[in-house]
């Protein structure tokens, strides 16, 4: 009788780990990333995959492949290389398609069916680094970033310019320009039916760097302030969104090198603190979010890492 309470007691208490490793606000870690770690990657989810490839690394410093993501097996297949000479700057999903855009401004199209690139059009303005993007209602909305034109100071100035992309059409609207300041490295999520957009640096990828956050409504056209991130001055490493919040992650300046997660509720318009990155590699990770299931990819601090998590919001 005693070792029957004690075989039962020890299966509850397997049950209460394993109900809390999936309860909300848990991190759990998945298998490593089989391919070449990177960084400066771009990440993307199409008809409930995954997708993460490009980037560099110390080795390469312009990768080419292309990594599918199953979350049902937790397992990655490689894809065909991305065919141009041109590092991406970000990317977004469009019904089921994925577009990247290049440092160049050139934009492609990747069609998970026929696992395929084509090249569709650029960017009204032409390169544009550090610039950042999002979808909604059918549209891609790319923006902000540097010239790579020099001022009269020889500088080279950050914008707040702002365009939506109609994949329909191939063809390019310029829309109400960010009303924050300009800026590089901005970062942007979408929560709900609204692309939200901000952060970033005013100058040359170099401090001050900015706490306020930005929202956009695409049927009204109207850019709206919202509430900034409650901390001032700290770049930005983690980046995501479920179907209704936003998340922002921070990496600590100490020995853990952990990232300080903050979660975005439009309703309320708050921000609060959530549970800590696990991963001391908390620097530019990569993410896609399939059927509301979180996953973030890589990052680094000293060094770069092949580490793949899920959080459960």
């Known amino acids: 009788n005693q070792l029957l309470l004690v075989v039962i007691g020890l299966s509850l208490v397997a049950c209460n780990k394993d109900e ?20 400066s990657g771009i990440a993307f989810d199409l008809q409930g995959k995954g997708y993460w490839g490009l980037g560099g690394n110390s080795t390469t410093s312009f990768l080419r492949d292309m990594w599918m993501y199953d979350p049902a097996a937790d397992s990655w ?29 050139a934009l492609y199209l990747y069609n998970p069916v026929t696992d395929e690139w084509k090249y569709m059009s650029s960017f ?41 992309y109609d994949p329909a059409l191939n063809k390019w609207a310029q829309i109400t320009d960010f009303p924050g300041i300009a800026r590089v490295d901005a970062v942007s999520f979408v929560a709900g039916e609204r692309g939200y957009v901000g952060l970033g640096f005013s100058g040359q990828a170099a401090p001050p760097i900015n706490k306020d956050m930005w929202s956009y409504d695409a049927k009204t056209g109207q850019w709206n302030q919202i509430a900034d991130l409650p901390i001032n001055n700290t770049i930005v490493g ?17 020995i853990s090198h ?3 997660m903050f979660e975005y509720n439009p309703v309320s318009d708050a921000w609060r603190v959530i549970k800590t990155f696990p991963s001391s590699n908390s620097l530019e990770t990569h993410s896609f979010t ?11 601090w000293s060094e770069i890492s092949p580490q793949v998590w899920e959080f459960v919001p």
């Open 20 to 39: 809390d490793s999936l309860s909300p606000g848990v991190w759990n870690q998945l298998k490593d990333f089989p391919g070449e770690v990177r960084n």
């Open 77 to 105: 297949t490689r894809k065909n290389d991305f065919p141009f000479d041109l590092p991406a700057v970000t990317a977004v999903t469009i019904g089921d398609r994925g577009y990247i855009l290049t440092y160049s401004g």
């Open 124 to 164: 009204p303005t032409g390169s544009r680094p550090w610039a950042t993007g999002f979808s909604l209602g059918g549209n891609a909305y790319f923006g902000m970033g540097n010239s790579t034109v020099p001022d009269g100071n020889g500088q080279y100035p950050s914008l707040k310019d702002f365009w939506k």
């Open 238 to 254: 983690i980046l995501y969104s479920s179907a209704t919040k936003g998340y922002v992650g921070l990496p600590f300046n100490d």
């Open 258 to 260: 952990q990232g300080q």
């Open 290 to 300: 399939v059927n509301n299931r979180i996953f973030v990819l890589g990052g680094w």
